[in-house]
């Protein structure tokens, strides 16, 4: 029987034309059906990483009429380091390194996706410490 992929790599450029900045990052929870148990960060399936979120704002104006603020899933070891801000703006502008999405439907009918990244970089090339560390080994 053949495999059906899940996940669908997209170039970041295709999915944000107008680019994106990082408004920050979080550990992601596992979910507990239990809310009196204890909280555990999400460990990716695939590699046994920590799973962050990355909260981000894509660039295009068009977006904000459905909610420009969008999440990344990365999985690394350890939280990943957003690029450095630019002089005189809040927010620091960054690019997704292997971008996958991932669509769904939930019993209501809702279709969605959602997206995770090997990664995050400056834009034009200079790498974050994620990247460096790759890189390295």
């Known amino acids: 029987m053949p495999i059906i992929p899940t996940r669908f790599a997209a170039e970041f450029g295709e999915v944000f034309p107008f680019?994106?900045?990082?408004?920050?990052?979080?550990?992601?929870?596992?979910?507990?059906?239990?809310?009196?148990?204890p909280k555990r960060q999400e460990r990716d399936r695939e590699t046994n990483e920590l799973v962050w979120i990355v909260r981000a704002l894509d660039a295009n104006e068009e977006?904000?009429?459905?909610?420009?603020?969008?999440?990344?899933?990365?999985?690394?070891?350890?939280?990943?380091?957003?690029?450095?801000?630019?002089?005189g703006f809040p927010y620091a502008p960054v690019e997704f390194e292997g971008l996958t999405i991932t669509p769904y439907a939930n019993?209501?009918?809702?279709?969605?996706?959602?997206?995770?990244?090997?990664?995050?970089?400056?834009?034009?090339g200079a790498k974050t410490a994620r990247s460096e560390q790759k890189s390295a080994a």
């Not at 009918?109 to 034009?124: C, D, E, L, N, T």
Request: charged share 20%.
């Open 19 to 37: 680019g994106a900045f990082v408004l920050g990052v979080e550990p992601s929870l596992e979910f507990q059906s239990d809310p009196a148990a």
């Open 63 to 87: 977006a904000a009429r459905f909610g420009a603020e969008f999440k990344v899933k990365v999985a690394a070891p350890q939280q990943p380091v957003p690029p450095p801000k630019i002089q």
């Open 107 to 124: 019993n209501k009918g809702r279709i969605a996706h959602s997206f995770r990244a090997k990664g995050m970089k400056a834009p034009g």
